[in-house]
Nanobody, 128 residues
């Protein structure tokens, strides 16, 4: 069974930093494109950042570009999201997602329907 487990969320103040982790098991992590999504109350789930299998190609949402950084460690089956200069509008539940595949190794995916597996989410709350 494929499992994705997020961790690292919490309550912080404006301008603080957090690093989220997503540990994967039960799948070939190195063959999976990965993504981070977030969902705020009353809002649709939206892409934050997406990364290709190799990590060579990355997409960042305009709202987080320059503040968030994604990285992956295939040896540890883990993807990270480093967040700095956090704002109240970053408050949301953050989810990681995986898309296993053989082809399109250089591709990332920004649509939630492209992903096969999801974690349970971790809450990030940024106070003013």
């Amino acid at each position: 069974q494929v499992q994705l487990v997020e961790s690292g969320g919490g309550l912080v103040q404006t301008g603080d930093s957090l690093r989220l982790s997503c540990a994967a098991s039960g799948c070939n992590f190195s063959s999976s494109a990965m993504g981070w999504f977030r969902q705020a109350p009353g809002k649709e789930r939206e892409v934050v950042v997406a990364i290709s299998r190799s990590g060579a190609n990355i997409f960042y949402a305009d709202s987080v570009k320059g503040r968030f950084t994604i990285s992956r460690d295939n040896a540890k089956n883990t993807v990270y999201l480093q967040m700095i200069s956090l704002k109240p509008e970053d408050t949301a539940v953050y989810y990681c997602a995986a898309r296993p595949g053989i082809f399109n190794g250089g591709s990332y995916y920004i649509g939630k329907n492209a992903y096969n597996y999801w974690g349970q989410g971790t809450q990030v709350t940024v106070s003013s």
